[in-house]
């Protein structure tokens, strides 16, 4: 214990500030609720499940504005398993990679050890910023991460110029950008995410939405077309084609859990209706605002991304001085009901993350930074 009490009167109304699992809604507590018994402890091969998945992908493409041709895909694993499907379904031979931070290097290493592919070609930089892939050729995929959770740095989403003529792919690791964000699909060709961070809803799911080129792309790789060699051995948990069949029958190939399908579908449709992709991403700037404002106004607190431009609106990092421990802020904070605000573990820094997903009140994130004060103060 640390023996610091935040007065009741400043504490947030919610003190969960998590960048994944994120904050649940107390509404989609209620759908969950709603769900029991006619959906919980169901079929999922039967009508009422289906309905859901298929309001969940109709809800997807509604807030992603998708353009025509694009397909809302999903599939049991989380956004880790959807890179080994890029490696099994989407990669011809070489990628190229964008790496700043734990999750745009975890790609770039399965990539790498895929007997069949060459090695990736790497355009990296030290965490803290970004650093997108660039034009080269022999290159079929070009990959990056639109928001790097671990180090709280968003990076453009963009295809890279003479991309399309080379026939390359555009592959997002949306997982925490997507919801909190702006985006423009049509640059993307494949742009995943799974749904415990914006979508506050719990893990195990990867969705994708797959634009023309790369469904047609995972076909031909299915079919041993531009291949060296004989076809690939892809494992059939790891087909995206069969992904792709199960989702248009709004279907996954393997039985999903049912919660999370009804924690996201319900935080999809209140995305909607509060205003869709731009009322959550105005929400999350406002949020993010609030923190860095007070970051570099305080005197033990600064953001660790310099560059304005490379900072993150959903996954906020501040470097505390030497002076003040994150060890003890956290557990101060803890002990208050205030959760998850550490540092990507590996990141190895004196730090506090705190996400700001459109789930979080602005006005919790302003009692946030106050709580900080009245901790450090005291410490
Ligand atoms: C959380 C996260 C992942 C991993 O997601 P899982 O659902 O745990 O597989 C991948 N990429 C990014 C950018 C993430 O934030």
Known sequence: MSNIQIPQSMLPEDGRFGSGPTKIRPAQMQALNDAFPHLLGTSHRQTPVKQLVASLRSGLSEFFSLPDGY??????????????????????RKAA?????SFTKKLAQSIQTAPFLEDPVIYACDPGNYKLPEYTEHVDCYCWAHNETSTGVAAPVERVPGSTEQNALTLIDAT?????????????????????????AEGGLW???LSPAAIDRAEHIQQGVGLAGSTRWIPPFLSLTSAIENSRKN?????????????????????????GLQWATARCQRSASIIYDWAEQSDYAS???????????????VDLDASVSDQAVLAALRDNGIVDVNSYRKLGRNQ???????????DDV???TKCIDYVVERL
Do not use: H
């Not at 990679?97 to 931070?101: A, E, H, K, P």
């Not at 919801?179 to 995410?193: C, E, N, R, S």
């Open 251 to 275: 279907q996954t190939l393997n039985t999903p859990a049912l919660a999370t399908l009804v924690l996201m579908e319900n935080q999809v449709r209140y995305l909607n209706e509060q205003g």
């Open 303 to 317: 953001p660790f991304v310099t560059d304005p431009k490379a900072r993150s609106q959903a996954v906020v990092t």
């Open 176 to 200: 925490s950008g997507a919801g909190a964000l702006p985006v423009d699909i049509a640059q993307t060709d494949a742009y995943y995410f799974s749904p415990q961070k914006a979508f506050g």
């Open 207 to 209: 969705v994708a939405i």
């Open 71 to 92: 397909e809302v895909v999903l599939g049991n694993g989380g956004a880790s398993a959807f890179w080994e499907i890029i490696c099994a379904n989407l990669v011809t």
């Open 366 to 368: 302003r009692a946030l």
């Open 97 to 101: 990679c964008g790496v700043y931070g």
């Open 352 to 362: 506090l993350r705190i996400g700001v997903f459109p789930s979080v009140e602005p």
